[in-house]
C-alpha cells in the first residue's frame, strides 16, 4: 500500500442494503476524512477524525457513520442506503498543519 | 451564498496561454488549499498557503488575506492541464491544526492544441 487506499472502487447496492466503504492509509497520519461529491454541489464533508479513537460530524452526516478503531482505518458505513445517498465519496488523511491527501474515490450507486 | 466562490466555473483556452482561477471567501481561515481534479480521477492537492505565493513548475497561488481572495495561474498552459480546479478553505475558528475543508464549486478549465 502507497499513500491511501480506497475500497470498491464502485458499488451498485439495492436501497435498504447496509454498505460500508473502506479506507486504509499507511501515512500515519493523525486526521482522516469522509467526502462525498456531487454534480452541482461539489465536494462536502460527512464525517472526520482528529485522531484514532475520536470522529465528529461534517456538513453532512446524517445516514452516515464512521468509526476510529486504529490510526490506518477509517470505514464509513450506510446503514440503510437510500437513492439520495448516490455520490462519488471520498476518503483523505493529513498531517498537522498539511495538504490532505485523497484517495481515489468510490462510486456508489444506490437503486 | 456559499463561503466559498470560484470564477470562471468554466474556462476554455489555448494552448500556450495564461490562465488565472479566482477564489473568494467570506470566512476567516487559517489556510487556503488549491486541488487538481482530471476526468474521472482522484483528486490532488496542490497548494496549501495562508499568506503570500507558492510556486510550483507552472502553477503559481496567491492569497490576500485582508481581501478574502486567492488566484490559480497557469503560464504556458497545455492540454494535460485540462482538469477541474477546486478551492478550499480551513475555517479559521476550527481551533485545530487538522483542517476541515470547505470548498468551492470548481472551476472546469479546458485547453485545446
Known amino acids: 500500500i502507497a499513500g491511501i487506499t480506497q475500497a470498491p472502487t464502485s458499488q451498485i447496492l439495492a436501497a435498504g442494503r447496509r454498505m460500508t466503504l473502506r479506507c486504509t492509509q499507511d501515512?500515519?497520519?493523525?486526521?482522516m476524512y469522509w467526502y462525498r461529491q456531487d454534480l452541482g454541489l461539489g465536494l462536502r464533508l460527512i464525517h472526520y477524525?482528529?485522531?484514532?479513537?475520536?470522529?465528529g460530524k461534517g456538513e453532512v452526516p446524517d445516514g452516515y457513520s464512521v468509526s476510529r478503531a486504529n490510526t490506518d482505518d477509517f470505514p464509513l458505513t450506510l446503514a440503510s442506503a437510500v437513492p439520495s445517498q448516490t455520490s462519488v465519496y471520498f476518503c483523505a488523511s493529513s498531517g498537522p498543519n498539511q495538504p490532505q491527501h485523497f484517495g481515489d474515490g468510490t462510486r456508489l450507486s444506490i437503486l | 451564498k456559499n463561503e466559498v466562490e470560484q470564477s470562471p466555473q468554466n474556462l476554455t483556452a489555448q494552448e500556450g496561454e495564461f490562465i488565472t482561477i479566482n477564489c473568494s471567501y467570506s470566512?476567516?481561515?487559517?489556510?487556503l488549499h488549491w486541488l487538481q481534479q482530471h476526468p474521472g480521477g482522484g483528486i490532488v492537492s496542490l497548494f496549501m498557503?495562508?499568506?503570500g505565493k507558492k510556486k510550483h513548475g507552472r502553477l503559481i497561488a496567491t492569497i490576500n488575506i485582508q481581501e478574502k481572495h486567492s488566484s490559480l495561474h497557469i503560464t504556458a498552459s497545455h492540454p494535460r492541464d485540462s482538469a477541474v480546479y477546486i478551492c478550499a478553505v480551513v475555517d479559521a475558528g476550527g481551533g485545530t491544526s487538522y483542517g476541515k475543508l470547505t470548498f468551492g464549486q470548481g472551476t472546469i478549465l479546458t485547453v485545446h492544441p
Open positions: 501515512m500515519r497520519h493523525n486526521a
Open positions: 470566512v476567516g481561515i487559517s489556510a
Open positions: 498557503l495562508s499568506s
Open positions: 477524525s482528529n485522531t484514532a479513537g475520536t470522529t
